[in-house]
């Protein structure tokens, strides 16, 4: 039989031990934490669309707050995808001015194995200054940043200019609110030549243009901006094209086309004043703001196979 003192003894070295042992555990339990604590963290899901997508064009970071402001009246994802524009297409644009649809389209094409090409105003001596110094600064502009917009191709348009594109290579060529302004230079039917010899049999021509409405006198100068639908049918088909398809993505009922000083009285030039002179400060915007942007007919054209 064990003393009362070897009993006593093995009772605290089994404390002892038992102890030592909890506080391994614990001290086990503590280094796991730490572990799980030192981890690195999982990397955050990715935000916004896939990269190359039409919408992750359209929400690039490279867009202006002003470009995007916008949007809610030209629609580009649903206006782009009415035409067909896909990935790998050779797209060009006439009279792209300062690039706000080139900002879109020329990544996107960029990303997808396409191309852009921006045919600008016409260049040379005779060339309108105006219109030189916006030529030049869309091609500093998006000649700065080739990963993000790809080698485009610079090209012009006008009266005496040449072909936009060798024939047949092109699979879209886009016509944005610039039908007007050719007709007042003379060369509406120029454009759509030079865009069917330009595209592929089957090519696309796509259309958004302010919109008169069919019971209005056609200017043939559309010195106000707007166009009657079936006058820009007529030059598409009398260019060769078919007609496709017409949508009404950009219209505006609010525009009742009654402004002072056209389709630039509202919004995003807004006039105070006849283009070419100085603003008038006491100038009333506020209905003119309140239509927003003007009422456009989107049509969709195709090259005959």
């Known amino acids: 039989m064990r003393s009362s003192s070897s009993l006593l003894s093995f009772a605290s070295r ?64 649903e206006t782009l995808r009415f035409l067909g524009l896909r990935p790998g297409m050779k797209v060009a644009e006439i009279w792209p001015g300062s690039g ?5 389209l020329a990544p996107y094409l960029n990303e997808g194995g396409g191309a852009y090409l921006a045919i600008g105003f016409e260049s040379g001596p005779n060339a309108n200054p105006a219109q030189t110094a916006l030529n030049e600064a869309f091609r500093r502009r998006f000649a700065e940043n080739r990963k ?3 080698e485009m191709t610079f090209g ?33 039917e120029k454009a759509f030549a030079d865009a069917y010899a330009a595209l592929r049999p089957g090519g696309v021509l796509g259309v958004e243009q302010h919109r008169l409405q069919p019971d209005e006198d ?10 009657q639908e079936a006058f820009v049918k007529q030059l598409a088909a009398e260019a060769g094209f078919v007609f496709v398809a017409a949508s009404e993505i950009n219209a505006n009922e609010r525009d009742n086309r009654d402004h002072p000083f056209g389709v630039e009285t509202l919004p995003p030039t807004r006039l105070t004043a006849p283009a070419g002179q100085a603003a008038d400060p006491t100038f009333d915007r506020a209905k ?6 003007s009422d456009r007919m989107t049509l969709k054209f195709r090259k005959p196979e």
């Not at 003119?288 to 942007?293: F, P, Q, R, T």
Request: glycine share 10%; net charge negative.
């Open 100 to 104: 706000w649809y080139a900002d879109i």
């Open 288 to 293: 003119y703001d309140a239509i927003g942007e």
């Open 156 to 188: 012009n348009f006008g009266a005496t200019t040449g072909p936009i594109a060798p024939p047949g290579t092109l699979d879209m060529v886009l016509f944005m609110r610039q039908i007007h302004a050719w007709m007042a230079a003379g060369i509406a």
């Open 148 to 150: 993000l917009y790809g």
């Open 14 to 77: 089994r404390t002892v031990l038992m102890g030592a042992t909890a506080a391994a555990i614990t001290g086990l339990a503590a280094c796991g934490r730490d572990k799980k604590a030192d981890e690195p963290a999982a990397p955050p899901e990715p935000e916004g669309p896939p990269k190359g997508s039409l919408d992750w064009a359209v929400a690039g970071a490279w867009r202006s707050a002003a470009d995007k402001a916008r949007d809610p009246y030209r629609h580009p994802v």
């Open 218 to 227: 056609q200017d043939p100068a559309a010195a106000n901006g707007y166009v």
